[in-house]
């Protein structure tokens, strides 16, 4: 199994532009999520979602949007970067009856 | 919002020594986890206490919960080089454990 996989591992925008950032797991995971990492923050929820068709928003939604159409996908669109969006952002997924989160091994995203 | 605070923010100790952090934290909760994370990488799970258990092992992990002082301790034992990383609490809530909330965690650094 490969786990949390997400791509890409680095990226860097201009500030305006679009773009997805791809999240897959093969272990059937109802439960997925988006966390953003930021110096001396931690981990901050962005969105969730507990099954295909069902979404949620975290503690810090604005400026992203997700879907989950699949079990296995659950992308996070930035429709418009800005620079406080420059962070490393981490996708995790569980079983819907579990309790601890796989993560994958993140994207570093700069907007400039 | 933050939920988990860990103290300290940093701890250097010699390689055979324990390390203890500590994790305070606000509401209420269902169960309350430890991530390790190494520099660059993705967050793993080391242990989860319920918050009906005072006391938990995981080999050279203990971990405590104190829901009165609504606090928690993480302790390694004989530790090593490889236990260098950053450590999280992150908190479920009685009222829904959709949201897994991290706290900023704390930098451990195991000197050989």
């Known amino acids: 199994n490969a786990g949390v996989t997400q791509t890409p591992k680095f990226q860097v925008l201009k500030t305006g532009q679009s773009m997805t950032l791809q999240c897959a797991q093969d272990m059937n995971h109802e439960y997925m999520s988006w966390y953003r990492q930021d110096p001396g923050m931690g981990l901050r929820l962005i969105h969730y979602s507990v099954g295909a068709g069902i979404t949620d928003q975290g503690e810090v939604p604005n400026g992203y949007n997700v879907s989950r159409s699949t079990t296995e996908d659950f992308p996070l669109r930035l429709l418009s970067a800005a620079p406080s969006q420059t962070s490393v952002y981490f996708c995790?997924?569980?079983?819907?009856?579990?309790?601890?989160?796989?993560f994958g091994s993140g994207t570093q995203l700069s907007v400039l | 919002s933050q939920q988990g605070e860990e103290d300290p923010q940093a701890l250097s100790i010699q390689e055979g020594e324990n390390a203890t952090m500590n994790c305070s934290y606000k509401t209420s909760i269902n169960n309350l986890q430890w991530y390790r994370q190494n520099s660059g990488r993705g967050l793993v799970h080391l242990i989860l206490?319920?918050?009906?258990?005072r006391e938990k092992h995981s080999g050279r992990l203990r971990v405590t919960l104190d829901t009165s002082k609504k606090s928690s301790s993480l302790l390694i034992t004989a530790s090593r080089a490889a236990d260098t990383a950053s450590y999280f609490c992150a908190t479920a809530s009685r009222g829904g454990s959709e949201k897994l909330v991290f706290g900023k965690g704390m930098k451990l650094t195991v000197n050989p």
């Open positions: 995790a997924s569980r079983p819907q009856r579990g309790e601890k989160l796989f």
């Open positions: 206490i319920r918050s009906n258990e």
